[in-house]
């Protein structure tokens, strides 16, 4: 099983503005919140994100699991 750092940051452009923000997942699950650092705005993460970004994250841990890995000793 694949498991994601919660500190993983996500980059957030503004609707008003354009300005790009990185927020990580704890903070915005937390807060759902934040300003604008570029027009002062505050944004505003809706609950139907929060579904779109699980379900993409589910399918990332899932292909990310058939991943095979070939690890060799080193002599």
Same mark, same amino acid.
């Given at each position: 099983?694949? %498991?994601?750092? &919660? %500190?993983? *940051?996500?980059?957030?452009?503004?609707? !008003?503005?354009?300005?790009?923000?990185?927020? %990580? /997942?704890?903070?915005?699950?937390?807060?759902?919140?934040?300003?604008?650092?570029?027009?002062?705005?505050?944004? /505003?993460?809706?609950? @139907?994100?929060?579904? *779109?970004? @699980? +379900?993409? /994250?589910?399918? $990332? +841990?899932?292909?990310? !699991? %058939?991943? &095979? $890995?070939?690890?060799?000793?080193?002599?």
């Amino acid at each position: 099983m694949v %498991s994601l750092p &919660q %500190s993983i *940051k996500l980059e957030i452009a503004c609707p !008003e503005c354009g300005h790009k923000a990185y927020q %990580s /997942l704890v903070r915005l699950r937390r807060y759902k919140h934040f300003r604008c650092m570029g027009c002062g705005q505050t944004l /505003l993460m809706r609950a @139907d994100g929060f579904a *779109k970004l @699980d +379900a993409a /994250l589910a399918v $990332f +841990a899932k292909e990310a !699991e %058939s991943v &095979q $890995f070939i690890i060799e000793t080193v002599r």
